[in-house]
């Protein structure tokens, strides 16, 4: 724990001589009045400091690390913070954070006035990117975030092995990994990408205090494949931001391409199947993922939950019902997500349950069901139809929207290449101005 002392820097304010009075009494000169020079003005607010918005001019600041088993109490005690004060703040804390949730090795500080050893602040860090502020004078508790800067972040590379091992050498987070793979998920095959195939994308990273603490969405990208180019160009319609290739015709499909992100095909829908668990053949009417125990399960689209229970064969299972045509059910999890349960509304992407192997299972894995019309077909073989395309209306803003991208993509280096413009069939044409 180290300790910082912050002083008040010394303010020298000259004050000019007042005009000095006569000694003598002369007839003919009015009696002059004693003129008040005030100081100058001194922008006091340079010398002054502060800390998580509170000003800490000439007060003392402790900085330390949370040890093992530690508690507000035990933190507070060295600082003669008496016990009445931190059950006061305990107690009022719950619904802006919960202080047993102080956890170990996270930064705390610790601010007492110049002539008094008890605090006046306590302030902790749950995470990078926040603190809570707990005011012991005035029993006061709140949250901010610290100041963030956002830098953009490209990277462009060609597939050697696989996009998550290719990406994350580039310094790609996986985040930004799974989004890719959602937004090309309908258009590319990604267990069947070559060696050669090439990629780039643009983001954004969230940097405090000169760590990277979170990215941005995609804000564009390319993948070649099989030597077919796919533009993802950000353009806005009804409303809403969404990609469109450069035909113009949308990348947003009613359902997400995986029900888990970036993740393995252990098993495919298949009519006839050797059962692990059973030792028999008999039809495999889903589609298998394979993912350690935990990994989040989403909603690959919107709907309303029809089952969430467990039974001896599915385990821990969750049904939705997207439409009128089709339904998806998802098995095996280690647990259900909190509030899902028959009835509850669900948004495309929403975490729903947890990879697991409860049930007819030999390991964690998710068994993802897709009906159509009230049948199970193989969804790996399905064909969603896409968004709504480019209208005709917003042809002409696309087109210029298109090029901007275009040029910003063919401005991302692939290691090896050499730079490339953008081609001029790629380009929009503008018709000419009529006289």
């Not at 008890?118 to 709140?142: G, R």
Request: contains cysteine; aromatic residues 12%; glycine residues 8%.
């Amino acid at each position: 724990m180290k300790k910082i002392w912050i002083g008040i820097a010394a303010l020298v304010i000259t004050i000019g001589a007042a005009s000095s009075l006569q000694f003598f009494d002369l007839p003919f000169q009015a009696e002059k009045e004693a003129e008040i020079v005030e100081p100058p003005l001194i922008d006091s607010l340079a010398n002054q400091v502060f800390l998580y918005g509170i000003n800490v001019t000439g007060l003392n600041i402790v900085e330390g690390t949370v040890s093992k088993n530690q508690t507000l109490g035990s933190i507070l005690a060295p600082f003669n913070v008496p016990y009445q004060i931190i059950d006061q703040i305990a107690k009022k804390s719950k619904e802006i954070f919960d202080v047993r949730g102080i956890a170990a090795n996270k930064k705390f500080t610790v601010v007492t006035p110049a002539d008094s050893s008890q605090a006046a602040f306590f302030i902790y860090e749950p995470n990078p990117a926040e603190y809570v502020v707990f005011n012991l004078d005035s029993i006061d508790i709140y949250k901010a975030e610290k100041p963030a800067e956002y830098r953009t972040k490209e990277a462009g590379g060609i597939i050697d092995s696989n996009l998550s091992a290719d990406m994350t050498g580039l310094g790609v987070t996986y985040d930004i990994i799974d989004q890719f793979a959602d937004l090309y998920g309908w258009s590319i095959d990604f267990g069947a990408l070559q060696k050669g195939d090439k990629f780039k994308v643009s983001y954004e990273e969230k940097v405090i205090d000169g760590v990277v603490v979170g990215v941005s969405d995609i804000k564009t990208a390319f993948f070649e494949h099989k030597g077919t180019p796919y533009y993802a160009i950000p353009f806005e319609q009804n409303g809403e931001i969404a990609f469109y290739d450069q035909n113009g015709d949308s990348f947003k499909k009613a359902f997400l391409r995986d029900p888990l992100k970036y993740s393995r095909i252990s098993s495919r829908y298949s009519l006839k199947r050797f059962h692990p668990v059973q030792k028999r053949y008999k039809a495999h009417l889903g589609t298998d993922y394979a993912a350690p125990t935990g990994t989040e399960i989403r909603s690959v689209g919107e709907g309303t939950v029809t089952d969430a229970r467990y039974t001896s064969a599915n385990g821990n299972y969750v049904k939705i019902k997207h439409n009128g045509t089709y339904t998806t059910q998802y098995l095996h999890m280690s647990k259900i997500a909190k509030g899902i349960k028959p009835g509850t509304r669900i948004k495309q992407g929403q975490v729903i349950g947890y990879v697991g192997s409860t049930g007819l299972a030999t390991g964690p894995h998710l068994c993802f069901r897709f009906w159509k019309n009230g049948k199970q077909e193989d969804w790996l073989r399905e064909k969603i139809p896409p968004s709504e395309p480019i209208s005709s209306a917003n042809k002409l803003a696309f087109e210029s929207t298109k090029a901007d991208y275009l040029e910003r993509l063919a401005a991302i280096r692939i290691p090896g290449e050499p730079d490339r413009l953008v081609a001029e069939t790629l380009k929009p044409v503008v018709p000419a101005k009529s006289e």
